[in-house]
């Protein structure tokens, strides 16, 4: 199988490879394409590739190319990873929020909007062209905002596209641990979760038919035994009756997450962009050396996640230092999607369960499909645990969210498709709207301020308006 990495220049892509070549994914792949718009990216991350420890990788050819028209026939599979503007965009995205007092956050809240209006017609563009040089191929998103780029691609892709992220199945995963809960391989049964990506609930946690999440949130020490319980005070996981995403951080401790970034030195997004300003060109001259200097850059980048909700100097767990998580959900979905057999996975999809068959004589028009999550639209991306098979990601049907949940899902689906609307059509008003109403900004007056800043930081964003979309 063809494999092609839109963004094949990008900081994880060895992960990827590293997965490929060893453990139970080797051999999947018998061909990589690396694209990416940046030749110098490209050459780090080959250079990187290249000086794996012996052993690995030595059976898989590897192609970097700019030329994305070219790479695609042939392809059977698409992962895509872009950042539109790289990690200055990043910085800008998150410093234009944090600067007006908001959350100066990469995927949520301001900065995710942001990111979103400058992502979206690039990777339309991308499915566009895999319609016409590769239209059998799945395309596996990375590109963040994960949910709302999904959603955008379905209207091109069909369910030939899902969604990946890593957070919600790694939280399912660590709670089951802490709670003594056995997942099978590929299984989750008795796991309810629903949401949107980054931002979701665990509900429930089935151990032998009895929910063992109660006990988990009832236990302050298994608690602390892993990042997503150690985020919030026992008291208030046991009132919730819920186990957040880690992304919920922002909204149930926003306050303290705002002002924790506003202490540090920089943003996020600055310390990595300085990072890389300095690390890609001593990748692409290490020669044997280059695996070691990224592998050493990679620990000390995930040493810095989600500093702001950590007291200082606190550090992470050596289980969250080994990174691994992205690469091992999108190779498993990528696995059954070409037919080597069903697993579950938690994905973003489309909200929709399999249509039931309509009563009666055959041939009459069968009943309109029933969302996942009840109370979300059917036709809406979210993050839900899917059986995946070489026909696509079918969603499990999840319990109705209590009023609180549904409501701030609703209200940030509201925003996604605000933004697709804004990205797709060119509309500026559906952009400032889509701030307006995102619970993290909440204010028509910093709407338009953040709209205002975003254009002058990114002046593509005005041409787009002036264009009516792409």
Known sequence: MRLLIAGGGGFRVPLIYRALVSGPFSGLVTELVLHDVDPARLDAVTAVLRSMPTGQGAHLPVDATTDLSAALPGTSMVFAAIRPGGTAGRVADEKVAQDLGLLGQETTGAGGISYALRTIPHMVDLARLMRERCPDAWLVNFTNPAGMVTEALRPVMGNRVIGICDSAGGLVQRAARAAGVPLPAGRLDGVGYYGLNHLGWLYRLESGGRDMLPGLLADTAALQSFEEGRLFPQPFLAGLGLLPNEYLYY???????RQAMQAMAGTRGQTIHSQQQELYPRLAAAGPDAYRLWEAARRSREEGYLAEARGAGEPRSEEDLAGGGYERVALAAMRALAGGGGTQLVLNTVNA???????????????????????????????????VTEAGAVP?????PAE?????????????RLVVVAAGAGNREAAVEAFARHPLVDSADLAVKLMARYERAFPDLGKMWEGGGR
Do not use: F, H, N
Request: charged content about 15%; some cysteine.
């Open 353 to 387: 369960l399999p249509a039931a068959p309509a009563p009666g004589r055959a041939g009459a028009t069968p009943s309109p499909p029933q969302p996942a999550i009840p109370g979300l639209p059917a036709d809406a991306v979210v993050e839900v645990p899917c059986t």
């Open 396 to 400: 499990l049907p999840q319990q109705t």
């Open 404 to 416: 609180p949940q549904l409501g701030l899902l609703r209200r940030v689906k509201e925003v996604e």
């Open 251 to 257: 909204y149930y401790q926003g306050e303290a997450a």
